[in-house]
C-alpha cells in the first residue's frame, strides 16, 4: 500500500480516536515490524497537533521469535512501561493483549489501540460511528443478561451464567481514558461464570480455529462442565486442538473464556483466504457469528492468565439472553443492531 494512502487511514482513525491538539500519543513497535505503520501514525497524529512519539523496542532474541499469549518485549523493560503510562494515548503495533503491561498502561488512563493486520484489510474494515452504536447496543443488551444459551442444528446446546465479568465491545477505536479497541473489531463479548458454563459444542465445517487460521473440516464435539472443557472428540481437528493444548502443559488452558457474537456486515467468512498473515480479526467480526474461547480471562478481570488460548467464529448458531433472541441461525434478530445497507 502506498505510504500516502496509509496515513490518511492512519488520520480518519486518530480522529475517531478523538486524537486532538496537544495529546500526547506514542506509537509502539519492535524490531523492523510495522514501521510503515509506525511512520504513518506519527505523520497523521502530527497532522493533528498531537505531541508524536515513537518507542521501538528491539527485536526478539533469535529463537524467541514466536508470539506467546500475554508475553510483550515489555516485561523486562518497566522503564518503558512508565513512560507509556504518561501518554494519552497508545498505539500498539506488536500486540499487547492479555499482558499484564497492557493492564498497567490502561489503569494509568492512557487508552490504547492494537494495529497489527495487513493494511489493506485495516482499509476495507475501517471502524464508522454506525458500527459503534451497533455494538453499543449489543453491550448493553448483554450487560443486563443473567444467562447466555447457544445453540445450533449441528448440536450446540450450551448455557453461560453470566453476570460475575463486564461486558466488552469492540468497533475498532477508542476516544475514552483507559480503554483499549482493536482495528478492526465489531463485536461485543463477556466471561461466564468459572463454574458456570456447561453443555456441548459442536463445531461445523467451515468454522474457524484462531490462532491456527484454518477452517474447521470435520465436526469435534466439547464437552463442558462447570467452566471446563471435559472432553474434546472428533477427527483429524480435534487431534490437533488436543495437541495444540497438551503443548502448554496448563490445565487452565481448558477453562471457558470470553464469548459473544459479531456485527460488521463487511467483514467476510471467507476473509482468511483473502488476507494471509494476519490474526484473524475479521473472522471474529462477521456479522452473525458466535465466538467462545478457551483459556485466558484475565483481559476480564479473570485470574485465568495462561498462555493457551483459542478463539473459535462459529456460523448458523442461535444465540439467546434470557430466552430472548440476539442471533438466529446466524443472522442478528435485533432490529437496532441489524445491518443498514
Not at 492479555?98 to 497489527?116: H, Y
Not at 443473567?146 to 450450551?158: A, Y
Not at 471467507?270 to 488476507?275: C, S
Amino acid at each position: 500500500m502506498e505510504q500516502h494512502i496509509l496515513i490518511e487511514m492512519c488520520l480518519q482513525q486518530l480522529t475517531l480516536s478523538g486524537v486532538h491538539e496537544g495529546e500526547k500519543v506514542v506509537v509502539l513497535s519492535q524490531g523492523q515490524a510495522r514501521l510503515d505503520y509506525a511512520d504513518a501514525f506519527l505523520a497523521a497524529g502530527q497532522r493533528l497537533g498531537a505531541r508524536m512519539y515513537h518507542m521501538r523496542l528491539p527485536a526478539p532474541m533469535p529463537g524467541n521469535g514466536a508470539w506467546a499469549v500475554g508475553e510483550t518485549g515489555l516485561a523486562a523493560n518497566p522503564e518503558a512501561v512508565e513512560a507509556l503510562k504518561q501518554a494519552d494515548m497508545v498505539v500498539d503495533l506488536i500486540f499487547l493483549l492479555f499482558s499484564d503491561e497492557q493492564m498497567a498502561i490502561q489503569a494509568a488512563g492512557a487508552r490504547v489501540l492494537t494495529a497489527v493486520e495487513p493494511a489493506p484489510l485495516l482499509a476495507k474494515l475501517m471502524p464508522t460511528q454506525e458500527l459503534r452504536e451497533r455494538v453499543e447496543v449489543g453491550a448493553e443488551l448483554l450487560a443486563k443478561a443473567s444467562t447466555m444459551r447457544i445453540t445450533s442444528p449441528h448440536g450446540t446446546d450450551v448455557t453461560y451464567r453470566l453476570g460475575v465479568y463486564p461486558t466488552m465491545s469492540e468497533y475498532g477505536f477508542t476516544d475514552e481514558p483507559g480503554r483499549w479497541d482493536h482495528w478492526p473489531a465489531a463485536f461485543v463479548f463477556t466471561g461466564g461464570a468459572d463454574d458456570g458454563v456447561d453443555g456441548q459444542i459442536v463445531l461445523a465445517p467451515g468454522d474457524v480455529l484462531l490462532p491456527f487460521n484454518t477452517y474447521v473440516r470435520e465436526p469435534v464435539t466439547y464437552t463442558i462442565e462447570k467452566g471446563f472443557i471435559t472432553d474434546i472428540r472428533g477427527g483429524l481437528d480435534a487431534d490437533l486442538i488436543k495437541s495444540y493444548m497438551g503443548t502448554f502443559k496448563d490445565p487452565r488452558g481448558l477453562g471457558m473464556s470470553h464469548v459473544g457474537w459479531g456485527l460488521d456486515h463487511r467483514a467476510d467468512w471467507h476473509g482468511l483466504t483473502q488476507f494471509p498473515g494476519g490474526m484473524g480479526m475479521e473472522l471474529r467480526s462477521f456479522y452473525g457469528n458466535v465466538m467462545f474461547s478457551t483459556g485466558p480471562n484475565n483481559e476480564l478481570g479473570g485470574s485465568n492468565d495462561t498462555a493457551c488460548h483459542l478463539d473459535i467464529p462459529m456460523r448458523n448458531c442461535s444465540l439467546f439472553l434470557d430466552d430472548e433472541p440476539i442471533v438466529l441461525d446466524g443472522d442478528i434478530a435485533v432490529k437496532e443492531m441489524q445491518r443498514r445497507d
